[in-house]
Structures are given as structure tokens and as C-alpha cells.
């Protein structure tokens, strides 16, 4: 089945620590994405990547950082800059930018303490 | 810089009636893509339906289209014959044709049986 996976669904993190959220497309998708989703905020973009070894900031990077080393995956970590983590975050991947249809993956819920 | 605007934070329908759900948004291209998407409670976001902004013919997939007025800047949709499986977070999300795409902030639907 071909489909964007993300893990864990839950994570949780004690204040001061990187973390890491994993994503992996096998749709064969050139572009990818990771949004922060709040209540009451809609879907913020963190970053994204049209290709490999490619990304661009989005709205709210500050605090995050990616990679794009494979077209397959495109990890995102939360550094400890980060002044409020705690949020739902959603990976989705699309054929190119603009018109095409984003596919997303079923997110991770990240707490931390 | 593009805008998307859901001024109604929730709705209800009772189950087989019809409901409208607004957007409005603003772009100074002239090429763009307007979406809507549904996130239920499983958080999973799934594409709804799509407009191009150059086709006058408003979209339609099953019991969901939309109502593009393209001098108005206006997206609602519309579904009709509710079911309880529609009930869900709607979101309006526009973009470019180079550019990202931008969500609105996002509208709960709750079916009454």
C-alpha cells in the first residue's frame, strides 16, 4: 500500500532535548512537508522540500531543523530553541508544489515536560 | 502574501440536510488553487475537493461541491445529504501556482442524528 507513514504517534520529551520525528513516503512523491497543527491555528508549515537535499523554510521554522537525503523520507527535528513544542505535527508529501494534491501522513502528538 | 479566512469556528447539520461552509481568501496571483480538506476525528487529513481558479465550472466529487465566486474571493462548500461520517474539521487551503499552500484556521462540523 502506498501511503505516508509517521512515528511514533505519540511522543514525549523532557524540556531541553532535540527530538526527532520520523517521516517516510513510498508514493514516489518529489515534494514534502511538515506542518504544526494548534488548536484554533489551522496547519502552520514548518519546512518543505520539492527535491533531494533541497528544502526551504516555511511560516514557523525557527526552532526546527529537516534533511532531505532520501526522496523517500524528510525528518524533522525539534530542537530545544523551540519555546513551545508541544503540538500535533503532520507530514504530507505531493508530486510537485502549487496544484498538486498533498497526501498526509497520520501525524504525531508531541508532549513535552 | 495569501490569506484564507473561515470566520465560523463550528456548525451543526442535522443528519440528510445540507450545509454550507464559507471561505474566503486573498492571493495577488492570478493563477491559483483553491482545496478543501477534512480532518475527523482520527486526525488523518483527506482531500475533499479541488478548484482551479481558471475553470468556471464549479467542482463537484459526490455529495460535495463547492461555490467558486471568483471576484468575490469566495469558497464555501456544500454538502449535501449529511451523513454522520461527515463530521470532522474542514479546511479551505489555497495556493499558487509557485507558491505554498495556506490553510485557514479550520471549521468543526458536527452531525446531529
Known amino acids: 500500500d502506498g501511503g505516508i507513514t509517521q512515528s511514533p504517534k505519540y511522543l514525549f520529551r523532557k524540556e531541553g532535548q532535540n527530538v526527532t520525528l520520523s517521516c517516510e513516503q513510498n508514493?514516489?512523491?518529489?515534494?514534502m512537508y511538515w506542518y504544526r497543527q494548534d488548536p484554533g491555528q489551522g496547519l502552520r508549515l514548518i519546512y518543505y522540500s520539492q527535491i533531494v537535499n533541497d528544502f526551504q523554510k516555511g511560516d514557523i521554522a525557527e526552532g526546527y531543523s529537516v534533511s532531505r537525503e532520501k526522496k523517500e523520507s524528510f525528518p524533522l527535528t525539534v530542537t530545544s530553541a523551540q519555546k513551545n513544542p508541544t503540538a500535533f505535527y503532520l507530514c504530507?508529501?505531493?508530486?510537485?508544489?502549487?496544484?498538486?494534491?498533498?497526501?498526509f501522513g497520520p501525524g504525531t502528538r508531541l508532549t513535552v515536560t | 502574501a495569501q490569506t484564507v479566512t473561515q470566520s465560523q469556528p463550528e456548525m451543526s447539520v442535522q443528519e440528510a440536510e445540507t450545509v454550507t461552509l464559507s471561505c474566503t481568501y486573498d492571493t495577488s496571483e492570478s493563477d491559483y488553487y483553491l482545496f478543501w480538506y477534512k480532518q475527523p476525528p482520527s486526525r488523518q487529513m483527506i482531500l475533499v475537493i479541488r478548484?482551479?481558479?481558471?475553470?468556471?465550472q464549479n467542482a463537484t466529487e459526490n455529495r460535495f461541491s463547492v461555490n467558486f465566486q471568483k471576484a468575490a474571493k469566495s469558497f464555501s462548500l456544500k454538502i449535501s445529504d449529511s451523513q454522520l461520517g461527515d463530521a470532522a474539521m474542514y479546511f479551505c487551503?489555497?495556493?499558487?501556482?509557485?507558491?505554498?499552500?495556506?490553510f485557514g484556521k479550520g471549521i468543526t462540523l458536527s452531525v446531529r442524528p
Open positions: 508514493l514516489n512523491h518529489d515534494a
Open positions: 478548484q482551479e481558479a481558471y475553470k468556471q
Open positions: 504530507a508529501s505531493s508530486m510537485g508544489l502549487a496544484a498538486y494534491e498533498q497526501y
Open positions: 487551503a489555497l495556493t499558487g501556482a509557485n507558491s505554498k499552500l495556506t
